[in-house]
C-alpha cells in the first residue's frame, strides 16, 4: 500500500515541477540514482517497467527508500495493462503512469486512491481521461505532438487541465521555460537527466547537481 495519499501525490508533482524517470536492470544503481535525486531536492520519482524483472528492482526500491528517501514519492511508469498496475500497486506505487490511456486501469488505481497518469497526445484522450478520474494527464510524447504550441492550444478551451508533459523535454532553461509558461504542472525528464556516461562512471553527485540546477531553473519559470 502507497505511503502517500493521491493529494499529496499529485500536490507533490505541480510543486517540484519535475519528475525524473528511470529505469536500471541493476538494483545497486538504481539505488543511487534513487539517492542521488533525493539529496538534489527532487521527491518525486517515477522507475519504469521496462525490462524483465523490473517488478522486483522496484520492490527493493520500496524498501530502499522508506528508510534511506523516507520523503521521495515512488511511483511506476510504462504500464499499460490493469494487471501490471495491480502488482505495482501491491508493491506500494504511489501514482502510475502509462505511454497510453486504459480506462481500466483507471478502475483499478481509482479504486485504491492511487493517481492514474495516462499518455494523450489528443483533446479527445484528455477529455476521455478526465471523464475516467484522471486529474492528471501526461502529453505523450510532447515534443512530437506539438510542443509548447500544442499545450497552450489545449489550455484555452479546458483552462481546468492538469497537464504534465514526457519526451522531447530538454533541460536547458529556454525549453523548461516554454513547457511551463505554456500551462504545464510538472515535465517528466528521463535520458537528458541520467546520461549514460553518468552513469558509467559512478557520478552520482553531478546528478544530484543537475537536479538542482532543475529545480532552480522551474522554480523561477513556473507560474504563480
Known sequence: M?????????????????????????LQVAKEVLSACYKGGIRVFEFTNRNDFAYEIFRNLIMYSKEKCPEMILGVGSVVDPGTASQYIQMGAAFVVGPLFNPDIAKVCNR?????????????EIGFSQEAGCDLCKIFP??????????????????????????????????????????????????????????LS???????LFCENILTIIKKNKRG
Not at 2 to 11: D, H, M, N, Q
Not at 175 to 187: E, P, Q, T
Open 112 to 124: 485504491r486512491l492511487v493517481p492514474y497518469i495516462p499518455g494523450c497526445s489528443s483533446a479527445t
Open 202 to 208: 559512478n557520478e552520482w553527485d553531478s546528478i544530484s
Open 142 to 199: 510532447a515534443g512530437c505532438v506539438g510542443g509548447p504550441a500544442f499545450i497552450k492550444s489545449i489550455m484555452e478551451p479546458m483552462p481546468w487541465s492538469m497537464l504534465m508533459v514526457t519526451g522531447g523535454v530538454d533541460t536547458d532553461e529556454d525549453s523548461l521555460r516554454g513547457w511551463f509558461k505554456s500551462g504545464v504542472v510538472c515535465v517528466g525528464i528521463g535520458s537528458k537527466l541520467f546520461s549514460q556516461d553518468v552513469i
Open 2 to 26: 502507497a505511503r502517500f495519499s493521491k493529494i499529496e501525490v499529485l500536490e507533490t508533482m505541480k510543486s517540484t515541477g519535475v519528475v525524473p524517470v528511470f529505469n536500471h536492470s541493476d
